[in-house]
């Protein structure tokens, strides 16, 4: 495809996000296709709920967002079983899951009750946070909410970090295209 034709085929693709220029429905489709095209990191996010029971989900929608503070963001669906759980213990735990670890995302992807009965996990050093998925986890984060916004069908957290780790030589896992993937 010579330049001139990809952009076009760009521009088309934006054109068509616009809001008069599609039903909603058709638009959320597209929006969905395009967001594929960026590879991005697969985590899973996790909180306590009221009675102390691990909850998460699993998410791409992260980003870091300052050094100083640490502050990182989550996006959260508001139909999450897991978005009380991180209301009620004002924090969460970022886990980036490990290559080798996509049955941990499929799983933690599910509305199953029995997630964490399936899989390792460790509480975590400070007040906050949520299980840390240490055998299936290329790095984690534990994070107090510092904000909480509305946005859309979702709710974006922002966390200060209060620690974390990685493990060395661990690669993350990575979606893309709407297929987990590694970076080899």
């Known amino acids: 495809m010579a330049d001139d034709e990809l952009q076009t085929s760009v521009d088309a693709q934006l054109a068509a996000l616009r809001p008069d220029a599609a039903p909603?429905?058709?638009r959320s489709e597209l929006y969905r296709e395009v967001l594929?095209?960026?590879?991005?990191?697969?985590?899973v996010v996790t909180a306590f709920d009221e009675r102390g029971e691990p909850r998460g989900l699993?998410?791409?929608?992260f980003a870091g967002v300052s050094l100083e503070p640490p502050l990182v963001l989550v996006c959260v669906d508001r139909n999450s079983n897991t978005l009380p759980a991180i209301r009620h213990s004002g924090g969460f735990t970022v886990n980036f899951v490990s290559k080798r670890s996509d049955h941990v995302a499929r799983l933690?992807?599910?509305?199953?009750?029995?997630?964490?009965?399936?899989?390792?996990w460790v509480a975590p050093g400070v007040v906050g946070g949520g299980p840390i998925l240490n055998r299936d986890s290329a790095a984690h984060l534990v994070?107090?909410?510092?904000q909480e916004v509305e946005a859309g069908d979702h709710?974006?957290?922002?966390?200060?970090?209060?620690?974390?780790?990685?493990?060395d030589g661990e690669e993350p896992l990575v979606f893309?295209?709407?297929?987990?993937?590694d970076l080899v």
Request: aromatic letters at 10%; glycine letters at 10%; a positive charge.
């Open 176 to 181: 893309h295209r709407r297929r987990f993937r």
């Open 58 to 61: 699993t998410l791409i929608a």
């Open 155 to 167: 709710w974006v957290f922002v966390g200060e970090v209060m620690e974390g780790a990685a493990v």
């Open 143 to 146: 994070c107090l909410t510092r």
């Open 24 to 26: 909603r429905a058709g």
């Open 108 to 120: 933690m992807a599910t509305k199953s009750a029995d997630k964490f009965e399936r899989i390792p």
């Open 36 to 43: 594929g095209h960026f590879p991005a990191g697969v985590t």
